[in-house]
Structure formats: structure tokens, C-alpha cells
């Protein structure tokens, strides 16, 4: 067993989104974890989230009690960004769902498709 590397590069490329639902979903009536504004971990992004997000998304679930989204507000809580579930609005910024993103490989900020 040998240690595993890095093997794409990061750019940071903010004006191309990476992936999102193609089927015209609308997210109206899902739920989301609103937290206190936090930056983005990706070096150089100025970006400043107020929701649990994947690649800017706004991650979004059916269910209010969904055992992922509460798996994501407790990690929000236990580094201090006190979530809060809230029901998603279209005017708090683009979203995808929770398991689409799972399913995309969970995608990321600022890794390019080669």
C-alpha cells in the first residue's frame, strides 16, 4: 500500500458553472441549512456562503428532516456556524440537490473537467 497523490490541478474559474441539474428542476418547497456567512475555502475565491453549498451550489433536500441534511447542519454547528434549516427561495442564489451532487462524484470549487 503506497500513499495516494493529487493528480489534477485547481483553477479557479468562477464564471463557468460546473455542474448542475439539466432537468429544469425547481427547488421551491425543499429545504436548506442557512449558517452565518463563511468564506470559501478555495485559495484566492472571494465568495462568502450564507448555506451549506458544493461548488457555490446551494445544497437543497426533499424532506425537512432528511438524515443527511441534519448530518450537515450538525457539522455546521460543531465548527460554529450556526445552521438553521430553512425552506429554499429561488432568490437565495442557484441550488442543486443534495443527491445530485452525490452522484455527480461531489464535485467541487475550482477543479476544471479536463
Same mark, same amino acid.
Given at each position: &500500500?503506497?500513499?495516494?497523490?493529487?493528480? @489534477?490541478?485547481?483553477?479557479?474559474? +468562477?464564471?463557468?458553472?460546473?455542474?448542475?441539474?439539466?432537468?429544469?428542476?425547481?427547488?421551491? /418547497?425543499? #429545504? !436548506?441549512? $442557512?449558517?452565518?456567512? @463563511? %468564506? !470559501?475555502?478555495? =485559495? /484566492? !475565491?472571494?465568495?462568502i456562503?450564507?448555506? &451549506? +453549498?458544493?461548488?457555490?451550489?446551494?445544497?437543497? #433536500?426533499?424532506?425537512?428532516?432528511? %438524515?443527511n441534511?441534519?448530518?450537515?447542519?450538525?457539522?455546521?454547528?460543531?465548527?460554529?456556524?450556526? %445552521?438553521?434549516? *430553512? /425552506?429554499?427561495? =429561488?432568490?437565495?442564489?442557484? =441550488?442543486? =440537490?443534495?443527491?445530485? #451532487?452525490?452522484?455527480?462524484?461531489?464535485? *467541487?470549487?475550482?477543479? $476544471?473537467?479536463?
Amino acid at each position: &500500500m503506497e500513499q495516494g497523490r493529487v493528480v @489534477f490541478e485547481e483553477v479557479l474559474d +468562477t464564471e463557468e458553472e460546473l455542474w448542475v441539474d439539466d432537468d429544469g428542476t425547481n427547488y421551491e /418547497g425543499w #429545504w !436548506c441549512v $442557512r449558517t452565518d456567512p @463563511f %468564506p !470559501c475555502p478555495a =485559495s /484566492g !475565491c472571494d465568495f462568502i456562503a450564507e448555506f &451549506m +453549498t458544493a461548488a457555490h451550489l446551494i445544497l437543497v #433536500w426533499q424532506e425537512q428532516d432528511d %438524515p443527511n441534511l441534519l448530518k450537515q447542519a450538525g457539522r455546521a454547528r460543531d465548527v460554529g456556524r450556526n %445552521p438553521r434549516v *430553512v /425552506g429554499y427561495r =429561488s432568490e437565495f442564489g442557484p =441550488s442543486a =440537490s443534495y443527491y445530485a #451532487w452525490l452522484a455527480a462524484g461531489r464535485p *467541487v470549487h475550482g477543479v $476544471r473537467a479536463q
